[in-house]
């Protein structure tokens, strides 16, 4: 191979089906991939600080073994480097949740998510920066500092999922895992100009913790565009007997559906859910993208189901799952958790079987809602975040179009009231603000309908031509 295995910077801005060909092909190892992103990390990590912790040495060994199998038979990512978000526990890597807590934690076993895909041909190589337990939209922690937005870095990644973001969206990685509770999948996604989603509950299976029921939240795949996210959700479904909530994996892959040409035939487009103020700008943006829908020959209404009750019940649902998980680190550790964390154990704490009983309750309703408006509407689309990206010294968005927060999370109903409903949702490129930042489409399929999600988002893509403009060198502030 001589000449083409100098690592070519050039294959940062392939696809990941690009270079999963490659890698099957036999044309590029895994070894020359390595070799390829320790040089853009060093180039650009140091403007963004997206991947804080890296394990080449892992990564090689790993790749090294793979290499012993013919090329071809190495899985369906066939030794693609995939960074892991630091949420989630890799073997021998330090993983801190980003809580000084966890400042020094180096797990002695991976989360069942990392050893699905790595026998299924991922090489884990770094850790994606996440906001203290992934709590808040914006991607800061005491133990690494904050991740910074490429399109402009005085500005927010937005998170929890936001180093995954960003080294997808700098050529750092061509896929990323993420995870999503509150939106943490499709924020990031929609401040840095890449695709995030959430899939259905059950989708990917990983380690439970401190329950087995949690739903809230899911794990997730994070790519520069539609087909390449479909190709890691195929690496990280299917079932797993250590959660039972795991679902098997699928006959068809999720990447021949999005391949499939597939078109939907009547949207709705809701500029708020009803539920949130929103950026003029953004539903600007967001209401033209969704409209062109219409040349795929899709009928396109404004329309959204009711989830009145989204912030309320969210509101308790969130504060019991802190709760439950981290009440002994209020107990123990209050002195190095973030004033958010506190409130958000202190209001779980303070909950009462009433308050449980009516969200769950609300929950059950809205869901059912939900189910009853896609009788109607293949795809439910809205703004993925109701702001463009923010200074990253603020914590949160405190008020939108003149509408002053409660609280830190409120701002993030648009995505929150989505994942209530049980539903599989992305985050698509739709457009620039007149800044040139990038915003997010959310799109929104049914229960267990990432294949239809992903064939509309597909057709989208194709129709707004937005796919292609990353990877990106970090921009300074204008």
Same mark, same amino acid.
């Given at each position: 191979?001589?000449?083409?295995?100098?690592?070519?910077?050039?294959?940062?801005?392939?696809?990941?089906?690009?270079?999963?060909?490659?890698?099957?092909?036999?044309?590029?190892?895994?070894?020359?991939?390595? @070799?390829?992103?320790?040089?853009? +990390?060093?180039?650009?990590?140091?403007?963004?600080?997206?991947?804080?912790?890296?394990?080449? !040495? &892992?990564?090689?060994?790993?790749?090294?073994?793979?290499?012993?199998? #013919?090329?071809?038979?190495?899985?369906?990512?066939?030794?693609?480097?995939?960074?892991?978000?630091?949420?989630?526990?890799?073997?021998?890597?330090?993983?801190?949740?980003?809580? *000084? +807590?966890?400042?020094?934690?180096? *797990?002695?076993?991976?989360?069942?998510?990392? =050893?699905?895909?790595?026998?299924?041909?991922?090489?884990?190589?770094?850790?994606?920066?996440?906001?203290?337990? /992934?709590? /808040?939209?914006?991607?800061?922690?005491?133990?690494?500092?904050?991740?910074?937005?490429?399109?402009?870095?005085?500005?927010?990644?937005?998170?929890?999922?936001?180093?995954?973001?960003?080294?997808?969206?700098?050529?750092?990685?061509?896929?990323?895992?993420?995870? $999503?509770?509150?939106?943490?999948? &499709?924020?990031?996604?929609?401040?840095?100009?890449?695709?995030?989603?959430?899939?259905?509950?059950?989708?990917?299976?990983?380690?439970?913790? %401190?329950?087995?029921?949690?739903?809230?939240?899911?794990?997730?795949?994070?790519?520069?565009?539609?087909? @390449?996210?479909?190709?890691?959700?195929?690496?990280?479904?299917?079932?797993?007997?250590?959660?039972?909530?795991?679902?098997?994996?699928?006959?068809?892959?999720?990447?021949?559906?999005?391949?499939?040409?597939?078109?939907?035939?009547?949207?709705?487009?809701?500029?708020?859910?009803?539920?949130?103020?929103?950026?003029? =700008?953004?539903?600007?943006?967001?209401?033209?993208?969704?409209?062109?829908?219409? =040349?795929?020959?899709?009928?396109?209404?404004?329309?959204? *189901? @009711?989830?009145?009750?989204?912030?309320?019940?969210?509101?308790?649902? &969130?504060? %019991?799952? %802190?709760?439950?998980?981290?009440?002994?680190?209020?107990?123990?550790?209050?002195?190095?958790?973030?004033?958010?964390?506190?409130?958000?154990?202190?209001?779980?704490?303070?909950?009462?079987?009433?308050?449980?009983?009516?969200?769950?309750?609300?929950?059950?309703?809205?869901?059912?809602?939900?189910?009853? %408006?896609?009788?109607?509407?293949?795809?439910?689309?809205?703004?993925?975040?109701?702001?463009?990206?923010?200074?990253?010294?603020?914590?949160?968005?405190?008020?939108?179009?003149?509408?002053?927060? !409660?609280?830190?999370?409120?701002?993030? /109903?648009?995505?929150?009231? +989505?994942?209530?409903?049980?539903?599989?949702?992305?985050?698509?490129?739709?457009?620039?603000?007149?800044? /040139?930042? #990038?915003?997010?489409?959310?799109?929104?399929? *049914?229960? &267990?309908?990432?294949?239809?999600?992903?064939?509309?988002?597909?057709?989208?893509? $194709?129709?707004?031509?937005?796919?292609?403009?990353?990877?990106?060198?970090?921009?300074?502030?204008?």
């Amino acid at each position: 191979m001589g000449e083409t295995r100098v690592a070519d910077q050039d294959l940062v801005k392939e696809t990941a089906c690009a270079v999963v060909g490659k890698l099957n092909a036999g044309e590029i190892t895994p070894l020359d991939l390595l @070799d390829v992103l320790e040089k853009r +990390i060093t180039e650009v990590d140091g403007k963004v600080n997206a991947l804080p912790t890296l394990c080449f !040495d &892992r990564a090689r060994s790993h790749a090294k073994t793979l290499m012993k199998k #013919p090329a071809g038979e190495r899985g369906l990512l066939a030794g693609l480097p995939v960074p892991i978000k630091d949420l989630t526990a890799v073997a021998g890597v330090l993983t801190t949740q980003g809580s *000084p +807590i966890y400042r020094d934690n180096i *797990p002695a076993r991976s989360d069942i998510l990392v =050893e699905h895909l790595e026998n299924n041909g991922g090489v884990i190589y770094a850790k994606s920066n996440t906001p203290e337990f /992934g709590a /808040g939209a914006n991607t800061f922690n005491e133990v690494f500092g904050a991740t910074r937005n490429p399109w402009d870095t005085s500005l927010s990644a937005a998170g929890s999922s936001g180093g995954a973001a960003v080294a997808l969206a700098t050529g750092m990685a061509w896929l990323a895992h993420g995870s $999503d509770m509150g939106g943490s999948l &499709r924020n990031p996604a929609s401040f840095c100009g890449i695709v995030g989603l959430r899939p259905s509950i059950g989708r990917v299976a990983h380690t439970p913790k %401190f329950g087995i029921n949690r739903t809230l939240g899911v794990q997730g795949p994070m790519a520069r565009n539609v087909e @390449d996210l479909a190709l890691l959700l195929d690496a990280m479904s299917g079932e797993h007997a250590a959660d039972p909530l795991s679902l098997p994996a699928l006959p068809n892959s999720f990447l021949s559906a999005a391949r499939s040409g597939g078109r939907p035939k009547r949207i709705a487009y809701s500029p708020d859910l009803g539920i949130t103020p929103v950026d003029p =700008e953004v539903k600007a943006v967001t209401r033209k993208a969704a409209e062109r829908f219409a =040349e795929a020959g899709a009928i396109v209404e404004e329309a959204h *189901p @009711d989830l009145s009750e989204a912030h309320e019940c969210f509101h308790v649902l &969130r504060a %019991f799952d %802190f709760a439950i998980s981290k009440a002994e680190l209020l107990r123990t550790k209050r002195d190095q958790l973030k004033p958010e964390v506190i409130w958000n154990i202190e209001e779980g704490l303070k909950l009462t079987v009433e308050q449980l009983e009516r969200a769950e309750a609300q929950r059950v309703t809205m869901t059912a809602r939900t189910l009853e %408006f896609f009788h109607t509407y293949d795809l439910l689309l809205t703004p993925a975040t109701i702001v463009a990206p923010f200074p990253v010294e603020n914590r949160y968005v405190a008020e939108c179009a003149g509408k002053k927060f !409660d609280n830190y999370v409120e701002w993030l /109903g648009i995505v929150y009231a +989505i994942t209530l409903a049980c539903c599989p949702a992305l985050s698509l490129p739709c457009g620039f603000t007149a800044s /040139g930042l #990038p915003v997010g489409l959310q799109m929104v399929a *049914p229960p &267990r309908g990432e294949a239809q999600l992903l064939a509309g988002a597909k057709a989208l893509e $194709d129709i707004l031509g937005v796919r292609g403009t990353t990877p990106i060198d970090p921009r300074a502030p204008r």
